[in-house]
């Protein structure tokens, strides 16, 4: 069964870049989107965006509402993906969740069947 | 985008209640809609995905329904462990988006 866990900074200066690294375990990269959703405290789920396993950027999307912030990457061959969100404020502080997201059969419609534990990255000074 | 509204935010039932939780999409999304269910403290749990299938592991009680706009979770007879937050998610177009939640409360 596939694992996946976040890893990176719990504290980000305002103005900095905010970087995270999902690693995934027991399941290889391939033919899946890796997505990243995140959640302020007390808040519904809001989604980042997404890479294809390739890295290829036509199959990579991302939130407008990040308005150019968000950069995703992935080392499908290390097992790893990973998300940069640049210029962050305190409206920025939430908990971080990467996620498998499944089109393949039988699941087909692109959920996120697998989801890592979550971090919590706090933007202040 | 395309916005999610579910209904209602919140309930308080009772345990062996049926429970019937709404989400409308603001325009036809095929069957690209799955639900989650999360618990405090946890990361959100897949619990349907096309509209209506349930992943292996998730209980009989569970069920999804509707195609295009308008979707339905409904859980036969709610259980003590069901008492969570549950997300509709659209999945036909990106962002994908999600609805503002139900909370079950005791």
């Known amino acids: 069964q596939v694992r996946l866990q976040e890893s990176g900074p719990g504290l980000v200066k305002p103005s900095e870049t905010l970087s995270l690294t999902c690693t995934v375990s027991g399941g290889s990269l391939s033919s899946y989107y890796w997505s990243w959703v995140r959640q302020p405290a007390g808040k519904g789920l809001e989604w980042i965006g997404r890479i294809y396993h390739t890295g290829n950027t036509r199959n990579t999307n991302y939130n407008p509402s990040l308005q150019g912030r968000v950069t995703m990457s992935v080392d499908a061959s290390n097992y790893h993906f990973s998300l940069q969100l640049t210029s962050v404020t305190a409206a920025d502080t939430a908990v971080y969740y990467c996620?498998?997201?499944?089109?393949?059969?039988?699941?087909?419609?692109?959920?996120?069947?697998?989801w890592g534990q979550g971090i919590l990255v706090t933007v202040s000074p | 985008d395309i916005q999610m509204t579910q209904s209602p935010s919140s309930l308080s039932p009772s345990v062996g209640d049926r429970v019937t939780i709404t989400c409308r999409a603001s325009?036809?999304?095929?069957?690209?809609l799955s639900w989650y269910q999360q618990k405090p403290g946890q990361a959100p749990k897949l619990l349907i995905y096309?509209?209506?299938n349930l992943p292996s592991g998730v209980p009989s009680r569970f069920g999804g329904s509707g195609s295009g706009t308008d979707f339905t979770l409904t859980i036969s007879s709610l259980q003590p462990d069901d008492f969570a937050t549950y997300y509709c998610?659209?999945?036909?177009?990106?962002?994908?988006?999600f609805g503002q939640g139900t909370r079950l409360e005791i």
């Open positions: 996620t498998r997201d499944n089109f393949r059969t039988p699941i087909r419609v692109g959920a996120a069947d697998s």
């Open positions: 998610q659209q999945t036909y177009s990106t962002p994908q988006t």
């Open positions: 325009q036809h999304i095929n069957d690209y």
């Open positions: 096309a509209a209506s």
